[in-house]
Protein backbone atom coordinates (compact mmCIF):
# COMPACT_ATOMS: atom_id res chain seq x y z
CA UNK A 1 0.00 0.00 0.00
CA UNK A 2 1.57 3.19 -0.74
CA UNK A 3 2.40 5.86 2.12
CA UNK A 4 0.30 8.63 2.82
CA UNK A 5 2.23 11.55 1.75
CA UNK A 6 2.00 14.40 4.35
CA UNK A 7 3.72 17.96 4.44
CA UNK A 8 4.98 20.10 7.64
CA UNK A 9 3.90 24.08 8.34
CA UNK A 10 6.71 25.21 10.34
CA UNK A 11 10.03 23.52 11.60
CA UNK A 12 10.17 24.62 15.23
CA UNK A 13 10.22 22.55 17.94
CA UNK A 14 6.69 20.82 17.45
CA UNK A 15 7.56 21.05 13.04
CA UNK A 16 10.72 18.70 14.57
CA UNK A 17 8.85 16.28 16.52
CA UNK A 18 6.19 15.80 13.90
CA UNK A 19 9.01 15.23 11.09
CA UNK A 20 11.13 12.70 13.45
CA UNK A 21 7.55 10.95 13.71
CA UNK A 22 6.96 10.46 10.38
CA UNK A 23 9.95 9.57 9.42
CA UNK A 24 9.89 6.72 11.54
CA UNK A 25 6.62 5.29 10.68
CA UNK A 26 6.26 2.68 7.37
CA UNK A 27 3.07 4.13 6.62
CA UNK A 28 3.37 7.51 6.03
CA UNK A 29 5.95 9.60 4.22
CA UNK A 30 6.92 13.27 4.74
CA UNK A 31 7.51 15.08 1.13
CA UNK A 32 8.02 18.17 2.34
CA UNK A 33 8.60 21.61 4.52
CA UNK A 34 6.48 24.59 3.77
CA UNK A 35 8.49 28.04 4.97
CA UNK A 36 8.04 31.06 5.04
CA UNK A 37 9.67 32.75 1.83
CA UNK A 38 12.42 34.19 3.57
CA UNK A 39 13.33 31.43 4.86
CA UNK A 40 12.78 28.66 2.15
CA UNK A 41 16.36 28.16 1.39
CA UNK A 42 17.60 28.21 4.86
CA UNK A 43 19.27 24.77 5.28
CA UNK A 44 17.27 21.95 6.86
CA UNK A 45 18.46 20.44 9.92
CA UNK A 46 20.80 17.10 8.86
CA UNK A 47 17.97 14.29 9.76
CA UNK A 48 15.55 16.21 7.22
CA UNK A 49 18.40 16.69 4.14
CA UNK A 50 16.71 15.42 0.80
CA UNK A 51 13.14 16.78 2.45
CA UNK A 52 12.09 19.19 -0.19
CA UNK A 53 11.37 22.79 1.27
CA UNK A 54 8.38 25.03 -0.64
CA UNK A 55 6.72 28.03 0.39
CA UNK A 56 3.33 26.74 -0.91
CA UNK A 57 1.52 23.27 -0.35
CA UNK A 58 0.76 23.52 -4.59
CA UNK A 59 4.42 23.24 -5.12
CA UNK A 60 4.45 19.51 -3.45
CA UNK A 61 2.33 18.10 -6.07
CA UNK A 62 -0.41 15.35 -4.33
CA UNK A 63 -0.97 15.72 -0.54
CA UNK A 64 -2.89 13.94 1.50
CA UNK A 65 -2.63 16.06 5.00
CA UNK A 66 -0.67 19.04 6.39
CA UNK A 67 0.18 18.92 9.76
CA UNK A 68 0.36 23.03 10.72
CA UNK A 69 3.17 23.46 13.62
CA UNK A 70 2.68 27.03 14.24
CA UNK A 71 1.86 29.61 17.26
CA UNK A 72 -1.29 29.02 18.06
CA UNK A 73 -2.36 32.64 17.21
CA UNK A 74 -1.55 31.77 13.47
CA UNK A 75 -3.07 28.30 13.13
CA UNK A 76 -6.44 29.24 12.15
CA UNK A 77 -5.53 31.59 9.37
CA UNK A 78 -3.63 29.04 7.74
CA UNK A 79 -6.10 26.22 8.29
CA UNK A 80 -9.11 28.03 6.66
CA UNK A 81 -6.38 28.92 3.48
CA UNK A 82 -5.68 25.26 3.24
CA UNK A 83 -8.88 23.51 3.84
CA UNK A 84 -10.20 26.18 1.06
CA UNK A 85 -7.99 24.27 -1.20
CA UNK A 86 -9.00 21.05 0.04
CA UNK A 87 -6.63 20.19 1.62
CA UNK A 88 -7.10 18.02 5.03
CA UNK A 89 -5.14 19.51 7.93
CA UNK A 90 -4.12 18.46 11.19
CA UNK A 91 -3.92 21.44 14.10
CA UNK A 92 -2.46 21.56 17.59
CA UNK A 93 -3.20 25.18 18.72
CA UNK A 94 -3.56 25.55 22.25
CA UNK A 95 -6.25 27.73 22.84
CA UNK A 96 -8.74 27.90 25.70
CA UNK A 97 -12.55 28.24 26.85
CA UNK A 98 -14.47 30.42 24.12
CA UNK A 99 -11.01 31.23 21.60
CA UNK A 100 -10.85 27.15 21.16
CA UNK A 101 -14.42 26.97 20.55
CA UNK A 102 -14.11 29.73 18.11
CA UNK A 103 -11.79 28.54 16.34
CA UNK A 104 -12.99 24.93 16.25
CA UNK A 105 -15.98 26.12 14.80
CA UNK A 106 -14.37 28.42 11.99
CA UNK A 107 -11.95 25.50 10.73
CA UNK A 108 -15.23 23.44 10.91
CA UNK A 109 -17.32 25.76 8.85
CA UNK A 110 -14.88 25.58 6.19
CA UNK A 111 -13.99 21.97 5.65
CA UNK A 112 -17.74 21.61 5.55
CA UNK A 113 -17.97 24.20 2.85
CA UNK A 114 -14.95 22.38 0.83
CA UNK A 115 -15.88 18.60 1.48
CA UNK A 116 -12.65 17.73 3.81
CA UNK A 117 -11.90 16.75 6.87
CA UNK A 118 -9.74 18.02 9.55
CA UNK A 119 -8.42 16.98 13.35
CA UNK A 120 -8.13 19.77 15.72
CA UNK A 121 -6.96 19.52 19.02
CA UNK A 122 -4.38 16.58 18.47
CA UNK A 123 -2.11 17.60 20.80
CA UNK A 124 -1.15 16.88 24.84
CA UNK A 125 -3.84 19.49 25.90
CA UNK A 126 -6.28 19.71 24.16
CA UNK A 127 -5.39 16.36 22.96
CA UNK A 128 -4.49 13.37 24.70
CA UNK A 129 -4.54 14.26 27.98
CA UNK A 130 -8.04 15.42 28.26
CA UNK A 131 -8.73 11.27 26.89
CA UNK A 132 -6.66 9.69 30.09
CA UNK A 133 -8.79 11.90 32.48
CA UNK A 134 -12.11 11.02 30.65
CA UNK A 135 -11.60 6.84 30.76
CA UNK A 136 -10.79 6.99 34.24
CA UNK A 137 -14.44 8.72 34.66
CA UNK A 138 -15.44 5.84 32.85
CA UNK A 139 -14.12 3.24 34.95
CA UNK A 140 -14.79 5.61 38.04
CA UNK A 141 -18.20 7.38 36.88
CA UNK A 142 -18.61 8.39 40.61
CA UNK A 143 -15.24 10.09 42.19
CA UNK A 144 -13.08 12.95 42.13
CA UNK A 145 -10.19 13.07 39.49
CA UNK A 146 -6.98 15.22 40.30
CA UNK A 147 -3.89 15.86 37.55
CA UNK A 148 -0.49 17.38 39.25
CA UNK A 149 1.88 18.71 36.67
CA UNK A 150 5.58 19.72 37.96
CA UNK A 151 5.68 17.52 40.99
CA UNK A 152 7.89 18.77 44.05
CA UNK A 153 10.61 16.88 45.73
CA UNK A 154 11.76 16.81 48.89
CA UNK A 155 14.99 16.39 49.46
CA UNK A 156 15.16 14.65 53.08
CA UNK A 157 12.43 11.95 51.82
CA UNK A 158 14.25 11.35 49.21
CA UNK A 159 18.21 11.19 51.17
CA UNK A 160 15.97 8.80 53.77
CA UNK A 161 15.03 6.67 50.73
CA UNK A 162 18.38 6.50 49.34
CA UNK A 163 20.38 4.90 52.71
CA UNK A 164 17.56 1.94 52.17
CA UNK A 165 19.34 -1.64 51.67
CA UNK A 166 18.94 -2.58 47.92
CA UNK A 167 18.41 0.95 46.73
CA UNK A 168 20.62 2.49 44.21
CA UNK A 169 18.83 5.73 43.40
CA UNK A 170 15.63 7.46 44.86
CA UNK A 171 13.57 10.42 44.37
CA UNK A 172 10.39 11.86 45.99
CA UNK A 173 8.14 13.70 44.20
CA UNK A 174 5.46 15.61 46.00
CA UNK A 175 1.91 17.04 45.21
CA UNK A 176 -0.86 19.49 46.59
CA UNK A 177 -4.15 18.21 46.69
CA UNK A 178 -6.86 20.62 45.91
CA UNK A 179 -7.68 20.37 49.57
CA UNK A 180 -4.24 20.94 50.40
CA UNK A 181 -3.39 17.36 51.20
CA UNK A 182 0.11 16.11 50.84
CA UNK A 183 0.63 13.10 48.54
CA UNK A 184 4.10 11.90 47.86
CA UNK A 185 5.43 9.40 45.32
CA UNK A 186 8.65 7.89 45.62
CA UNK A 187 10.81 6.77 42.56
CA UNK A 188 13.27 4.08 43.50
CA UNK A 189 15.89 2.39 41.20
CA UNK A 190 17.25 -0.87 42.63
CA UNK A 191 20.20 -2.49 42.48
CA UNK A 192 20.87 -5.50 40.96
CA UNK A 193 19.23 -8.29 42.50
CA UNK A 194 17.30 -6.61 44.74
CA UNK A 195 13.60 -6.96 45.79
CA UNK A 196 11.52 -3.97 45.56
CA UNK A 197 9.10 -5.19 48.62
CA UNK A 198 11.35 -5.81 51.52
CA UNK A 199 12.70 -1.90 50.30
CA UNK A 200 9.14 -0.46 49.63
CA UNK A 201 8.34 -1.80 53.35
CA UNK A 202 11.39 -0.45 55.26
CA UNK A 203 10.51 2.85 53.73
CA UNK A 204 7.43 3.14 55.09
CA UNK A 205 8.19 1.86 58.47
CA UNK A 206 10.40 4.83 58.82
CA UNK A 207 9.05 7.44 60.79
CA UNK A 208 9.61 10.02 58.09
CA UNK A 209 7.13 8.74 55.96
CA UNK A 210 4.34 7.90 58.56
CA UNK A 211 2.70 11.75 58.09
CA UNK A 212 0.96 11.13 54.73
CA UNK A 213 0.89 8.21 52.47
CA UNK A 214 3.81 6.91 50.26
CA UNK A 215 3.18 5.03 46.53
CA UNK A 216 6.69 3.53 46.06
CA UNK A 217 7.24 3.33 42.19
CA UNK A 218 10.31 1.31 40.88
CA UNK A 219 12.04 3.14 37.48
CA UNK A 220 15.16 1.74 35.91
CA UNK A 221 17.36 5.01 36.37
CA UNK A 222 16.26 8.01 38.34
CA UNK A 223 18.80 9.99 35.96
CA UNK A 224 16.90 9.20 33.65
CA UNK A 225 13.66 10.12 35.33
CA UNK A 226 14.90 13.51 36.21
CA UNK A 227 16.68 14.76 33.12
CA UNK A 228 13.25 13.43 31.44
CA UNK A 229 10.89 17.10 31.84
CA UNK A 230 7.43 16.89 31.99
CA UNK A 231 6.04 15.24 35.34
CA UNK A 232 2.38 14.69 35.05
CA UNK A 233 0.53 12.21 37.08
CA UNK A 234 -3.62 11.34 37.07
CA UNK A 235 -5.53 10.41 40.04
CA UNK A 236 -9.15 9.26 40.21
CA UNK A 237 -10.63 7.88 43.11
CA UNK A 238 -14.63 6.65 44.33
CA UNK A 239 -17.37 4.23 43.74
CA UNK A 240 -17.06 1.91 40.72
CA UNK A 241 -19.13 -1.26 40.17
CA UNK A 242 -21.07 -0.97 43.59
CA UNK A 243 -17.85 -0.51 45.09
CA UNK A 244 -16.41 2.26 47.30
CA UNK A 245 -12.66 2.81 46.99
CA UNK A 246 -11.40 2.37 43.63
CA UNK A 247 -8.66 3.95 43.10
CA UNK A 248 -6.51 4.56 39.26
CA UNK A 249 -3.20 6.24 38.94
CA UNK A 250 -1.39 6.94 35.70
CA UNK A 251 2.45 8.80 36.01
CA UNK A 252 4.56 9.62 33.58
CA UNK A 253 7.60 11.87 32.44
CA UNK A 254 7.64 12.94 28.89
CA UNK A 255 8.80 15.80 26.61
CA UNK A 256 5.18 17.49 25.68
CA UNK A 257 6.03 18.75 22.21
CA UNK A 258 7.57 14.85 21.34
CA UNK A 259 4.16 13.79 22.27
CA UNK A 260 2.39 16.12 20.80
CA UNK A 261 4.16 15.51 17.38
CA UNK A 262 3.80 12.01 18.10
CA UNK A 263 -0.49 12.60 18.54
CA UNK A 264 -0.50 14.41 15.30
CA UNK A 265 1.06 12.04 13.46
CA UNK A 266 -0.94 9.48 14.53
CA UNK A 267 -3.84 11.62 13.89
CA UNK A 268 -2.84 11.86 10.13
CA UNK A 269 -3.78 8.24 9.49
CA UNK A 270 -7.15 8.83 10.26
CA UNK A 271 -8.04 11.13 8.16
CA UNK A 272 -9.08 9.35 5.83
CA UNK A 273 -11.99 7.40 7.99
CA UNK A 274 -13.45 11.06 8.77
CA UNK A 275 -16.67 13.11 6.92
CA UNK A 276 -15.61 16.44 6.03
CA UNK A 277 -15.96 18.72 9.15
CA UNK A 278 -13.58 19.31 11.88
CA UNK A 279 -12.73 16.64 14.80
CA UNK A 280 -11.46 16.93 18.01
CA UNK A 281 -9.29 14.21 19.02
CA UNK A 282 -11.98 12.33 21.67
CA UNK A 283 -14.33 12.19 19.19
CA UNK A 284 -11.70 10.19 16.63
CA UNK A 285 -11.87 6.04 17.43
CA UNK A 286 -8.40 5.28 18.87
CA UNK A 287 -7.87 2.51 16.35
CA UNK A 288 -7.97 4.36 13.34
CA UNK A 289 -4.41 6.62 14.01
CA UNK A 290 -2.75 2.89 14.73
CA UNK A 291 -0.53 1.86 12.32
CA UNK A 292 -2.33 -0.71 11.47
CA UNK A 293 -5.60 1.08 10.12
CA UNK A 294 -4.03 1.41 7.02
Not at 6 to 12: D, E, K, P
Not at 257 to 277: C, F
Request: proline share 7%; with cysteine.
Amino acid sequence: MPRRRLAIVGLGRLGQACAHAILETDDLALVGIIRRAETVRNPLPQQLAGIPAVSHPTQLGVVDAVLICLPSELVGELATDLLRHHTPIVEAATLDGVARQSHWREIDRMALRRGVPAVVGAGWDPGIRPLFEGVFAVLCPKGETRTHDRPGVSLHHTLAARAVPGVRDALCAEFRGADGSLQRYLYVEMRRGADLEPAAQAIRSDPLFFDEETLVLPVDSVATLEDEGHGLVIERWGRAGGKDHQRFLLEGRFDRVAIAGQVMTSAARALTTLRPGAHPLDTIPPASMHPSAG
